[in-house]
């Protein structure tokens, strides 16, 4: 159940957002652009390929797969300076948040 949650969340979260974005960041684009750019970031699970194995329900995302990493986090951080990439620092953001609340619900 809990892995069900957090996969619908990464959609759910994302669409919840986007409204906003789409108000204060370019009310000429649609709130499904902001939706899509964002749930797209999930493909930053990629990382998880390179684990053994590849999915383990009882490990933490966080600090283990590269991707998922501090560093990582922190050039995420920096993504949201430049306004071109913002959208998806903000999706990337998003996911290791929720990736973090995965954890904590361990």
């Known amino acids: 159940m809990r892995s069900l949650f957090h996969i619908v969340a990464h959609f759910l979260v994302p669409a919840a957002i986007a409204p906003w974005m789409s108000k204060y960041m370019n009310p000429e684009k649609d709130w499904k652009y902001y939706w899509l750019i964002m749930s797209a970031t999930i493909a930053i699970d990629l990382d998880h390929l390179l684990a053994t194995p590849i999915y383990d329900p009882g490990r933490c995302s966080i600090g283990f797969h590269p991707l998922h990493s501090v560093w990582a986090i922190g050039g995420y951080v920096l993504l ?18 929720l990736d973090g609340i995965d954890c904590i619900m361990m």
């Not at 306004?83 to 290791?96: D, E, Q, W």
Request: glycine residues 12%; hydrophobic residues 60%.
């Open 80 to 97: 949201l300076i430049p306004g071109k990439t913002r959208v998806i620092a903000v999706g990337l953001l998003v996911h290791m948040m």
